[in-house]
């Protein structure tokens, strides 16, 4: 068999990353509340940790009714869940991909995120899920692991997942007073 020929060496292109998006999606991203009483709004984003900036301003848009404080801690643990997809799940492979969901409710936004789970070697049936839990010592400045989902514990209201380890589903409830958040007595 003849040897292939190597591959050239590819150019680097910077690209805006809107025109990653759809058109008809554009408003999702645009950190303006110019479409505030959607109901639901869900966006897949690809594997690469580059498109996180996107993810932040989907998740900014989603909350831009919202004051300044609601806005940056949504983002932020938004932005917690979407890291750990890419990097404790097979979403962060390349090719594959990772869902955020944001379903507006009365009292809050509740923000789910969707990912290519973990391969454990072994099937698993719906009475044998592995929820997530916290590690004790998460919010520990010097901590060298968990920190991220001991955030979420610790500022959204509710938080929780769908222990299946194949495809995880992990969502949090942020109310929009941040009364049961610890956010609101660091920064009353």
């Given at each position: 068999m003849p040897a292939l020929a190597p591959v050239p060496?590819?150019?680097?292109?910077?690209?805006?990353?809107?025109?990653?998006?759809?058109?008809?999606?554009?408003?999702?991203?645009?950190?303006?509340?110019?479409?505030?009483?959607?109901?639901?709004?869900?966006?897949?984003?690809?594997?690469?940790?580059?498109l996180m900036p996107l993810v932040r301003a989907f998740l900014d848009t989603c909350a831009a009714e919202r004051g300044s404080d609601y806005r940056y801690l949504f983002t932020l643990l938004g932005s917690e869940?979407?890291?750990?997809?890419?990097?404790?799940?097979?979403?962060?492979?390349?090719?594959?991909?990772?869902?955020?969901?944001?379903?507006?409710?009365?009292?809050?936004?509740?923000?789910v995120c969707r990912d290519g789970g973990v391969d454990t070697g072994r099937r698993f049936g719906i009475r044998d899920r592995r929820y997530l839990t916290v590690d004790?010592?998460?919010l520990d400045p010097e901590a060298e692991a968990g920190?991220?989902?001991?955030?979420?514990?610790?500022?959204?209201?509710?938080?929780?997942?769908?222990?299946?380890?194949?495809?995880?589903?992990v969502w949090f409830f942020l109310a929009y007073d941040l009364e049961d958040s610890r956010w609101s007595h660091l920064h009353p």
């Open positions: 060496p590819m150019a680097e292109v910077t690209i805006a990353l809107h025109e990653l998006v759809p058109h008809a999606y554009r408003h999702y991203f645009n950190g303006r509340p110019d479409r505030p009483h959607y109901q639901s709004r869900r966006y897949d984003f690809g594997s690469s940790p580059l869940l979407a890291g750990n997809a890419l990097r404790h799940s097979r979403s962060g492979l390349p090719g594959r991909s990772y869902t955020l969901l944001c379903r507006r409710r009365r009292e809050g936004l509740r923000l004790p010592g998460g920190r991220g989902l001991a955030m979420v514990d610790a500022l959204a209201t509710e938080w929780g997942d769908s222990g299946f380890t194949s495809h995880r589903a």
